[in-house]
Each structure stands twice: as C-alpha cells, then as structure tokens.
C-alpha cells in the first residue's frame, strides 16, 4: 500500500513538472514600456533592396503606425492561397527589415482561429502560427524580435 501512495505521489509530481516546461512565451514576457508617438518616418527604400519591389505596401502599411515592437509596424500582405509575406519597418528611421529566419507563412492546413503572425506594439514577441516558410512543421512559433533579427525562442508542434 505504501509503494503505491509513493508511486501515485511521484507521477502526479512527474506531470506538474512536465507542465511547468511547456509554458509558452506570453507577450508580456517581452514588453516595452514606451511606444513612439512621434512623426514617423518615410519609408526608406534605399536599405534593402527588397523594399522596392514592395514599395506600395510598405507605403500603405506604415500608414497605421506603430503595431510591433515599441516603434516598428509589421506590413503584411498575401504571398498565395493561404499565405502571409511581411516586413518589419522602423517607425523612426524609416527602414526595411526583411527578416532571414522567416520570410513567410503559409497557413493553408492551420484551422485555428489565430492563423499567421500575431504581434502587439507594446511587446518584442512576434507569434507564427502555421507553417514558416511552407517547409517547416506546422505549429506555433515564437520569435523574439532582438537587434533587428527575429530568434526562435519555442516552437510548439500542432496535430
């Protein structure tokens, strides 16, 4: 009877440490306190020489203000059937990020409600949900947007 109490103890114990680990980064675990409110910046067209090839949506984009990371706006538009393609510009100075660890996200076997990227303006967490760049597993990703780089911090499988 004791081994069996002991047993129990151990694999509820086993399951609430297992639970601990799979958190999820929250977008509160990367907030910035101040968002620019400024006068922003033209898109700067001259600094990656992608931008030009989406000048109009880049344009048209920035015109929102500042949706990500403090003082960036994530521009979006459709790659596709099922598809995002985005960048990052600096609301402040004006330049385009086209990011090298993700350029795109493909969506068309996702059936969750919260497809594609998902961002705030108060926090440096970019959340990819589908598959980035058409050949990676489909799932949630999560970004850190740092430097001007996007770095994989958890990637959670999808069924």
């Not at 086993?14 to 409110?37: H, M």
């Not at 000048?55 to 015109?63: D, P, S």
């Not at 760049?133 to 970004?143: A, N, V």
Request: hydrophobic share 40%; glycine share 6%.
């Amino acid at each position: 009877m004791k081994i069996s109490f002991l047993f129990i103890i151990f694999f509820v114990s086993t399951i609430l440490i297992a639970q601990t680990n799979t958190s999820v980064p929250k977008f509160e675990d990367f907030k910035i306190e101040n968002i620019f409110i400024g006068k922003t910046h033209s898109v700067s067209l001259h600094n990656n020489p992608r931008a030009r090839m989406f000048r109009t949506a880049l344009r048209n984009g920035v015109k929102e203000g500042v949706n990500f990371a403090g003082h960036y706006t994530v521009v979006i538009w459709g790659c596709g059937t099922s598809c995002q393609s985005f960048a990052i510009v600096d609301q402040i100075n004006g330049r385009v990020y086209f990011t090298k660890e993700l350029l795109l996200v493909s969506y068309a076997d996702y059936w969750e409600k919260d497809y594609g990227l998902n961002y705030r303006p108060d926090s440096r967490l970019l959340v990819v949900n589908g598959r980035p760049d058409e050949d990676k597993d489909k799932g949630r990703y999560y970004y850190e947007w740092k430097d001007n780089k996007l770095i994989l911090i958890k990637m959670v499988p999808m069924k």
